[in-house]
């Protein structure tokens, strides 16, 4: 049993690794906010853990979590809280980094604007 966790550890480590050298982004992001606003004004908040987790706060003031990894030049997101989700939504990367702004897609399909903000943000 100690042989499969210290196996399990060890690919989860390299996994870790190999998402942190292909997306050196994704460190910016952090102990920061990444911050999407939609159509109507709202904005939800995502915060990524270095351990491969995230928490967030939805536009509609619901706390979810999960796991985050990074997939080529993708973000990808599982839920597990409050509901886990048979799938990971993806979603391209940005290079702007901290301050930045980009437009991306929500999970809903909508147009958002996304930017990453200094500290972490709570509404």
């Known amino acids: 049993m100690t042989r499969a ?7 989860a480590g390299l996994m870790a690794t190999t998402a942190y050298a292909a ?10 906010t990444i911050v999407s606003t ?8 995502l915060w990524l853990q270095p351990g491969g987790t ?6 509609r003031g619901d706390m979810s979590s999960g796991a ?13 809280k409050p509901i886990g989700v048979p799938f990971s939504f993806c979603t391209p990367i940005p290079t ?4 930045g702004t980009w ?5 809903s399909g909508e147009a958002i ?7 972490h943000q709570a509404r």
Do not use: H, M
Not at 38 to 45: A, F, L, Q, V
Not at 96 to 99: D, E, I, K, R, Y
């Open 54 to 59: 995230y928490s967030a706060e939805g536009r």
């Open 5 to 11: 966790c210290l196996c399990i550890l060890t690919t």
């Open 38 to 45: 939609y159509p109507d004004g709202r904005k939800g908040e």
């Open 113 to 119: 604007t996304v930017r990453l903000v200094k500290g």
């Open 68 to 80: 985050w990894t990074v997939k080529g030049a993708k973000l990808c997101l599982k839920q597990a």
């Open 96 to 99: 702007s980094g901290l301050g």
């Open 23 to 32: 997306a050196p982004s994704v460190r910016e992001a952090f102990g920061n």
């Open 103 to 107: 437009s991306a897609k929500a999970v």
